[in-house]
T-cell receptor
Framework: EPEVTQTPSHQVTQMGQEVILRCVPI?????FYWYRQILGQKVEFLVS????????KSEIFDDQFSVERPDGSNFTLKIRSTKLEDSAMYFC???????????FGDGTRLSIL | DAKTTQPNSMESNEEEPVHLPCNHS???????IHWYRQLPSQGPEYVIH???SNVNNRMASLAIAEDRKSSTLILHRATLRDAAVYYC???????????FGKGTRLHILP
């Protein structure tokens, strides 16, 4: 069964550095998402992306965050200048169309030192 | 966003059926009822969804009350692998983002 893959599985970065988290969504899916989960807390929506543009973003997704689909297969989340509070699991998800089941990757654990 | 209410945790014995309840008294006519689960150290996983009629798939069954103000996720024969946090979520037809609550942490006893 096709799946969403995320790399790396664990990223350790110094505070203030830029980080790029990578995702390969399922190939025939059109909607892409990023979520995060701080340790011990709920999964939180960050951003949704369709037709090469952001369709919705949460308050968490401020100017430090950006998303990109640089080619036909990858979907990336960039954090420009990381803060300690950015430490979390980041999950990528994709779906065929809006309101259809989303398929999640296993996440990237981001640790900011 | 329409809200759901779930018990914080439940326990069940292995190889027995599990009924996970969800209340959504403010559901609107266009809200779909979705269930996801999150196994330890993994991303959320889609389980099942429905609108009005009961639904079955290879993972579970979804029983929806006639007034749609509550639903129950049914695992017919729980295994240790079913230990996870189960989320009941309402999605409007035009929605794409998922708003996760705290869910129900299901413990399976061997």
């Amino acid at each position: 069964e096709p799946e969403v893959t995320q790399t790396p599985s664990h990223q350790v970065t110094q505070m203030g550095q830029e980080v790029i988290l990578r995702c390969v969504p399922i190939s025939n899916h059109l909607y892409f998402y990023w979520y995060r989960q701080i340790l011990g807390q709920k999964v939180e929506f960050l951003v949704s992306f369709y037709n090469n543009e952001i369709s919705e973003k949460s308050e968490i997704f401020d100017d430090q965050f950006s998303v990109e689909r640089p080619d036909g297969s990858n979907f990336t989340l960039k954090i420009r200048s990381t803060k300690l509070e950015d430490s979390a699991m980041y999950f990528c998800a994709s779906s065929k169309i809006s309101n259809q089941p989303q398929h999640f990757g296993d996440g990237t654990r981001l640790s900011i030192l | 966003d329409a809200k759901t209410t779930q018990p914080n945790s439940m326990e069940s014995n292995e190889e027995e059926p599990v009924h996970l309840p969800c209340n959504h008294s403010t559901i609107s006519g266009t809200d779909y009822i979705h269930w996801y689960r999150q196994l330890p150290s993994q991303g959320p996983e889609y389980v099942i969804h429905g609108l009005t009629s009961n639904v079955n798939n290879r993972m579970a069954s979804l029983a929806i009350a006639e007034d749609r103000k509550s639903s129950t996720l049914i695992l017919h024969r729980a295994t240790l692998r079913d230990a996870a946090v189960y989320y009941c979520i309402l999605l409007m037809n035009r929605d794409d983002k998922i708003i996760f609550g705290k869910g129900t942490r299901l413990h399976i006893l061997p």
